[in-house]
C-alpha cells in the first residue's frame, strides 16, 4: 500500500552558503525511510545535491479529505524496461489518490513488467470525466450500468424457520 509523502530538504549550511535553497517534494511511498531514498534519489537526478551533503527537514504524509465518492485520476510516468526507458500516460478509478497508485503499480507490474523501484510517477492529476480518454475509464462513466445479482439464495430471517427439507424448490433467478 503506497502512501503519499512530502518530503522537505536542503544541503546543509556552511560558511559560504548559510541559507541554502530549500526543496520541498511530494513522493509516494510504503513508508517515510523510502520516501526519503525517494527524495535524495531525484534530487541527485535534478540537482548537484546528494544525501551526504543535504539534510531532510521534515516528512509529512499528506491525507486525501474528500474519499466518499468516485474520481478520474490521469497519471504521467516514467518506467525503466529491459529494453530502455520509456513515458507513458495512464487513466485510472478510483475514490483516492493513493488507490489509483496502487492499481497504477499493480498493472505496471502485470502487464509492463515493471518492479516499483524503475517506475517514476512524474505527475498525477484529477481529471474531469469528460476529458477520459482511456477506454477502461470511459466504460464505466455510462449512467445506465447495471450489475444484476443473477444467482440469488433467500435464507431464513431466523433459525427458527430453517428446517432441512422444503415443500417446494427454491427460486434463485431474479429478473
Not at 509529512?60 to 513515458?87: A, C, D, M, P, Q
Amino acid at each position: 500500500m503506497h502512501k503519499y509523502y512530502q518530503v522537505v530538504g536542503r544541503k546543509v549550511p556552511t560558511e559560504k552558503d548559510t541559507d541554502p535553497q530549500i526543496f520541498r517534494m511530494r513522493v509516494f511511498a510504503d513508508n517515510p525511510v523510502t520516501a526519503k531514498s525517494r527524495f535524495w534519489y531525484f534530487l541527485h537526478k535534478l540537482n548537484k545535491l546528494k544525501k551526504t551533503t543535504g539534510e531532510i527537514l521534515s516528512v509529512n504524509e499528506i491525507f486525501e479529505k474528500k474519499t466518499s465518492f468516485i474520481k478520474n485520476f490521469g497519471v504521467w510516468l516514467r518506467y525503466n524496461s529491459r529494453s530502455g526507458t520509456h513515458n507513458m500516460y495512464k487513466e485510472f478509478r478510483d475514490t483516492t489518490l493513493t488507490g489509483a497508485i496502487d492499481q497504477l503499480y499493480a498493472e505496471m507490474a502485470s502487464r509492463h513488467r515493471a518492479r516499483d523501484r524503475s517506475i517514476q510517477v512524474i505527475r498525477v492529476q484529477e481529471i474531469d470525466a469528460s476529458d477520459c480518454r482511456r477506454n477502461n475509464v470511459t466504460q464505466f462513466q455510462k449512467s445506465d450500468i447495471k450489475f444484476p445479482l443473477a444467482h440469488r439464495i433467500i435464507r431464513p430471517s431466523c433459525a427458527q424457520k430453517r428446517t432441512l427439507f422444503k415443500a417446494s424448490r427454491p427460486t434463485t433467478f431474479f429478473s
